[in-house]
């Protein structure tokens, strides 16, 4: 079975460092999608980076990066010079691809604050 | 401008009387999908529908319906709403997703209270 787990409630971090989010996944499907979202507390969800199972590198997307370990099963969100606009739910997802699973799995979510 | 729109935004109402939540994407997107969100569970998938006429389960179908008569609408249907379905839904859509990279785009979401 599909699975997506993410130890950390909530977590703290000065403004301007960085943070990483742990995102540790399951899945019996050969290729699969993971996911980053991002909920403010104004409840939108918004996409913030994607990593392909079969990707070469690690995703980027400006000050958000992907710590894609394969062999570990982890996708962990990296956040370099954290902003106060950065406090929010942070959701690490997954889907399969091509397999005929198109479920998509979320994790339970980690807080992120942002300490001036 | 690419959206996905949910009516209601807020809704209040008592156990047993059907409702529905709207769904509408402009994108041309073939899958969508119907998620509840509630403390301490995540995002969990209720139903998803791949195209036109083809729906299938997530992990909490449970006294929830759905439709796919236009590729643009996804409704919603709660036949006997209970307590327990109290919850902040969202519907998404995304390209098909067999083609890597698409992200799904959310509805602003419906928090349902039901007493």
């Known amino acids: 079975a599909q699975k997506i787990t993410q130890t950390q409630p909530g977590m703290f971090v000065q403004e301007k460092e960085a943070v990483t989010l742990d995102c540790t996944y399951d899945t019996s499907d050969p290729s699969y999608g993971l996911f980053w979202y991002k909920q403010p507390s104004s409840g939108e969800m918004i996409f913030l980076i994607y990593q392909g199972s079969y990707d070469q590198q690690n995703a980027t997307e400006g000050r958000y990066s992907l710590n894609f370990q394969k062999a570990r099963k982890s996708a962990n969100l990296v956040i370099s010079a954290s902003q106060l606009g950065d406090s929010a739910m942070y959701f690490c997802?997954?889907?399969?691809?091509?397999?005929?699973?198109?479920?998509?799995?979320f994790g339970t979510g980690t807080r992120l604050k942002v300490l001036a | 401008e690419a959206q996905v729109t949910q009516n209601p935004r807020y809704l209040i109402t008592v156990t047993g009387k059907k409702l529905t939540v709207t769904c509408s994407q402009n994108?041309?997107?073939?899958?969508m999908s119907w998620y509840r969100q509630d403390p301490g569970l995540g995002l969990r998938q209720i139903y998803y529908?791949?195209?036109?006429?083809?729906?299938d389960k997530g992990d909490v179908p449970e006294g929830y319906k759905v439709s796919r008569k236009e590729k643009r609408n996804f409704p919603l249907i709660l036949e006997s709403p209970s307590p327990n379905q109290t919850s902040l839904y969202f519907c998404?859509?995304?390209?098909?997703?067999?083609?890597?990279?698409?992200?799904?785009?959310f509805g602003q979401g419906t928090r349902l209270t039901v007493v």
């Open positions: 994108m041309n997107h073939e899958y």
């Open positions: 529908s791949m195209n036109v006429e083809v729906t």
């Open positions: 997802a997954m889907r399969g691809l091509g397999s005929g699973t198109y479920k998509y799995i």
């Open positions: 998404a859509s995304s390209q098909y997703p067999g083609q890597g990279a698409s992200e799904a785009f």
